[in-house]
């Protein structure tokens, strides 16, 4: 199984911010968590508030520890609200069910890990992280 | 960038404390954190509840987390509830999104740090905060 | 059954500071819990470092959780170490068995209360809270 | 009070990194903590086992909100094990305390963050983090 290399996660983040300065948006911070959810790497921009990792991490580990890329589980948040909250619940509280949680696949569609981005609205975010994913030469699931 | 200094902490919470004498409140409980969203000071007035601690800090500690006052935390709650359930999951439990949770300014507009009031209603709690806020020279965002 | 009030609380916690810059400490943190281990006040000076809250807290609250002071809890530490550590365990990792934790007495010899002091050793720690008790007409047993 | 910049927790990664393949270690995972403890930037080497963000973290974050650098907290730990056990506790499990997690101060001796390595020997962990630190202009107490 093919892994993002520490080379590929940095791309990732780097090209995410430059996305993000792009579309003129504010502070943002990017996780990349590998296939098994772990951090690999994390950027927070100068002037966002302290606490983005947790939430850029919660992001991105419902969508690895799923399989299910965030707007998938928004949609699941709203429609069975109780399934996801016990879904943080086994998870001990780490899944934040929102855009902006990114699947990312290699070419033959293996799940090799997640790309989480907070800082501007969910939408926004997860643009953003597209852009980050692409510009590694991986493909993203938002 | 400048910090909430013990002293101006200690004037942030007697100044509320007068406030909410001043307008008839109940025994209020008043926290200051700094821009980690560790506490500075504390004070819980005669008659008010034992829990009160954890209240008033998490109303303060959302706020410096995500970088948005009380009342942006209650709005987002109720529109995307189980978005604010799973961001108190990963602060740990620690968040409390209502208002009375007030975020820190110093002149040049940076987040210094919290206060969080509890005791009364939520919009009491929020403006005998800011008004503590005020007296000490700094600006409040509720 | 007396409490300590808010404003004995005010009292120990800034005798307790004006006795540490008599003594020429480090930048101290006071806090004071009710006879239930609840904060009722707590200080943190500038320059000490952010997580000072939790350690005072820590000395307090294994104090009158277990009606033993710090002295006497680092004593049953040293010889029975596995005690403390489960101690520490059934009370959610809160407490911190060493001097600096002041059980406070009314003059009935009730516990009403304890202190918590971090900055300095531990015995300056404790000394200083000691001056903050007495100071406030309180017996404190450190 | 100066904080970490964004650039800087960058320069301070990759010239810890730098400094890791000069020495020939292992491959190395580096974490930069701001004053409040909060994650600015991290990154994992290709070959480094999965967990290491959470240990490079815990000892970062217990230099900061303690303001004991690794060295002193072993040294504690080794003379009161009790104490750093306890002081873990209340950290919620957040802190390990060995070299590795170095305190970064401005000119000023303000600490402005904390910087966490693993994945060689503690020592040659905190030796890279003081090159990295040094590197970017800032001074490092292991």
Redesign the interface.
Known sequence: MANI??RK??TIISKTLAKGREMGLKPLSVVVL?A?G?????????G????R???A??KAYGAVMLGMPGSAQMAR??QQ?YF??AV?GVY???????PGGILVMDKRDNVIGAVGVTGDTSDNDAEAGMAGIEAAGLIGSA
């Open positions: 290399s520490h996660a940095r590998d098994g772990h951090v690999i790497a994390f950027e927070r921009e100068d966002a508030s302290p606490g990792f947790e939430i991490r919660g948040a709203e609200t996801m909250a943080n001990g509280g780490q899944v934040i069910p929102v």
